[in-house]
């Protein structure tokens, strides 16, 4: 890991947003929460981070259509997406990819595999979608 590597959380419920910012916070990123598809577009304009843990249901506009307008932004096409949802269904993991996401967290995570698969997917390690969800 490179020490102060930016994440954005979008999560629309809090508990979750803050549990997992603290998580990651803890392994030494710096660490954004935001809790809506809108938002995370917004932050993404504004400011530069090196990976997205996107939540896939929130209301208004959700995961799918907000990775499909970050992968549709040529200043945002390369920056990492990683999929984070309840649903752990083999089409949402396979969607996901296919969508342009490069993992795929199911809710609730284990802590040690979401820094180890956030940490992998930043080394640029493909293939993380391995292992536990």
Do not use: H
């Not at 910012?21 to 954004?32: K, Q, T």
């Not at 843990?53 to 992968?71: A, K, Q, S, V």
């Not at 096409?77 to 967290?105: C, H, N, W, Y």
């Amino acid at each position: 890991m490179i020490e102060g590597q930016r994440i954005l959380v979008v999560d629309d419920q809090q508990d979750i947003r803050e549990m997992t910012a603290l998580v990651l916070s803890g392994a030494g990123y710096r660490v954004d929460a935001v809790g809506s598809g809108e938002s995370a577009l917004a932050t993404l304009e504004q400011d530069r981070f090196d990976l997205v843990l996107l939540d896939i249901n929130m209301p208004e506009m959700d995961g799918w259509e907000t990775l499909r307008l970050i992968r549709c932004d040529e200043e945002l096409t390369g920056v990492p997406v990683v999929m984070f949802s309840v649903k752990g269904e083999i089409r949402d993991k396979v969607e996901s990819l296919q969508e342009g996401a490069v993992d795929f967290v199911t809710k609730p995570f284990i802590v040690d595999d979401l820094i180890e698969r956030v940490g992998r997917v930043l080394a640029g390690t493909r293939g993380a979608t391995g292992g536990a969800p």
